[in-house]
């Protein structure tokens, strides 16, 4: 049932029907005004909530979606997350009268299995509906929750074979009927859920759904429903065109790569992700057949919702970002998936872990693949963590808490063509917000020791990955933690000729006699005072380093990006002079000829 649901949820949808017609400028007004709207829900989300990775790291977003279930507009938070609503959405407008809809209803799904991502992602939705009780819109949020009520704390349970070990799935469920909230099943919803901030995370969603709601309806009466019908179909339209306009200026033929998950949660090496795209004047094609489909693998399932959204994210980044982002994009792309494959599992496989890994390897796959065709946007949409430290306890009234992990850190950020890798943040994670130190030592009882840029931690390239960030924590009492890693035997991969990224690390206890590695997977429990150190990947390097700008390396060792070391044995760069001294100058006909060396002995190996 789970795939033929999918092909159905995936089929693509007409436009609304209508007798109107706009033109671009007052299509862009109501696209503007659509936007607004869906920004001040997400912005209410994210002020109203109780939780940590809601109310500071931002980990939400708002979508607008048309009656056919067709994404019109949203407002990023993770731009992952825009890409996937629609589905879960759609699943209830596939099931409109049995689940009777009406004007004042609210709902909530997070399925894997109907359309959703991974169970922690909660997808609260409202109809919206015109003066004469017709469907023009409906308005979802979508936010990661702490807790999702099944084995373990958060949903991540490393040997999870099924969805169910992970928690509560919910395919459709009504929250309000006619705007009167139906108590004992928020309560239902609740009670399946460790964190008591849990309930003023749902509280906030459905009362962002249903502010948003009366500011579309106003929106209709202003306009009429048929404008406003217009100008979405106009939206889905014009993105589409301009989508096949940039394709069209791409050199036709197929496009491959490999990416590799280093190993599933128990070990099972080596776990391939492999795509071909496929350019053909506008018609663009992402294949993914001949990725992994061992049904043994566990931990390593990215639902087909995800996969199609991970897909996008990392299309509409190589392409011009003004592109509006809606459903006209998933219309100039044919996306094969295969059922049964790590991309597009069985019913009921585990999620959790999937919407990390092979998630983003769907994502770097793709810009691998297109690197040659699009080099100046060639920059992965992914965050190559295995999962985030997550440290546990419980507070003296006997309340549980965690700390997801979702710290202030530097990783992923490769280099273009053109540009170095930059900033703190990898650009897939959009508008999330790191969490400051500060608030996470309020909350928990943690110190952050330390969170600091490595150097050499980027990969040397042409143009170089920013480097990755060491991040050092104390726990203040006993405490368990869970971590899986990845990222470490196949860290991100560099572009054309560039370097790849610093390999991840995980170390628990540091600085004591029982120190010791995270080499797959930790559910530990920690002493009071115990050191946990993350190193981060960094990002990867673009082009070859020895035509890196001298003058760069140079900066870069002043700078300590780049060390002495690094910069005569990657980059084949000979400085004079005292970092001490801050007096570095390029030996310019050494580093001629100490490159010319370098080269010829690549060629020799090559």
């Known amino acids: 049932m789970s795939f033929e649901l999918n092909r159905k949820l995936a089929a693509p949808r007409a436009p609304l029907p209508t007798s109107a017609s706009v033109d671009t400028v007052t299509a862009s007004i109501i696209r503007g005004a659509l936007e607004t709207i869906c920004f001040e829900a997400a912005t209410h989300l994210g002020r109203a909530a109780s939780s940590p990775i809601i109310n500071q790291s931002n980990e939400r977003n708002c979508s607008v979606i048309d009656a056919h279930g067709r994404l019109a507009v949203g407002s990023i938070g993770t731009p992952h997350l825009t890409f996937v609503t629609q589905l879960t959405v759609r ?21 894997p299995d109907h359309g959703g991502g991974h169970l922690p992602d909660y997808n609260v939705y409202a109809p919206v509906f015109d003066d004469n009780g017709e469907l023009i819109l409906v308005q979802a949020l979508q936010a990661h929750q702490g807790d999702t009520g099944g084995k373990d704390p958060g949903g991540f349970t490393l040997e999870a074979t099924d969805i169910f070990t992970e928690g509560l799935a919910i395919p459709c469920l009504k929250l309000v009927h006619r705007g009167e909230k139906r108590r004992d099943v928020i ?22 759904v249903q502010k948003a709601v009366k500011a579309y309806e106003d929106l209709i009466r202003k306009w009429g429903a048929d404008k406003v019908k217009s100008a979405v179909n106009y939206m889905i339209d014009h993105s589409e065109a301009r989508f096949r306009e940039e394709v069209s200026a791409w050199p036709d033929g197929t496009y491959e790569a490999d990416v590799w998950v280093d190993a599933d949660t128990q070990g099972t090496p080596d776990v391939k992700v492999h795509v071909a795209c496929k350019v053909d004047g506008d018609k663009l094609s992402v294949d993914l057949t001949g990725t992994d489909d061992r049904q043994e693998l566990v931990g390593v399932w990215n639902t087909f919702g995800n996969s199609r959204g991970y897909i996008m994210t990392q299309l509409v980044a190589m392409v011009d970002p003004t592109i509006p982002k809606n459903e006209g994009l998933f219309n100039a792309v044919e996306m094969i998936i295969p059922e049964g494959c790590i991309a597009h599992p069985p019913p009921n496989k585990p999620a959790a872990l999937g919407s990390f ?104 390239g042409q143009w170089r990955g920013a480097p990755g960030s060491l991040n050092v924590k104390k726990v203040l009492e006993p405490t368990s933690a869970m971590a899986w890693m990845v990222s470490a035997k196949h860290p991100l ?54 035509k890196r700008d001298p003058e760069s390396v140079k900066e870069d060792v002043l700078d300590e990006y780049v060390s002495l070391q690094a910069a005569r044995e990657k980059y084949g760069v000979v400085l004079t002079g005292s970092l001490e001294e801050y007096d570095l100058e390029v030996d310019v006909d050494a580093t001629a000829a100490l490159r010319q060396e370098m080269s010829a002995a690549q060629g020799a190996r090559s």
């Open 357 to 460: 890994h092979p998630a983003c390897e769907i994502t770097e796959a793709v810009c691998v693949a297109l690197s040659e065709v699009v080099p100046g946007r060639a920059q992965p949409q992914v965050y190559k963590i295995g999962m985030p430290n997550a440290v546990i306890g419980f507070y003296d009234n006997g309340m549980m808490w965690m700390d997801q992990g979702v710290d202030t850190r530097s990783m992923d950020s490769s280099a273009v063509q053109g540009i170095d890798g930059w900033g703190s943040c990898p650009s897939a994670l959009g508008n999330l917000l790191l969490s400051e130190a500060e608030d996470a030592e309020v909350r928990f009882p943690v110190i952050n020791m330390s969170r600091e840029m490595v150097t050499d931690g980027g990969g040397a």
């Open 493 to 546: 991969r560099g572009m054309c000729g560039g370097d790849d990224a610093i390999p991840y690390s995980n170390h628990f206890e540091v600085g004591t006699e029982n120190e010791y590695k995270i080499e797959l997977t930790a559910q530990a429990m920690l002493p009071k005072g115990a050191v946990i150190a993350y190193q981060h990947g960094g990002g990867a390097g673009f082009g070859a380093a020895l």
């Open 91 to 111: 699943y209830g407008l596939m099931n409109f009268e049995e689940y009777d809809w009406g004007p004042g209803d609210v709902f909530l799904g997070n399925d």
């Open 187 to 208: 309560k239902l919803v609740e009670r399946n859920n460790r964190f008591a901030t849990f309930a003023g995370d749902l509280a906030a969603m459905i009362s962002g």
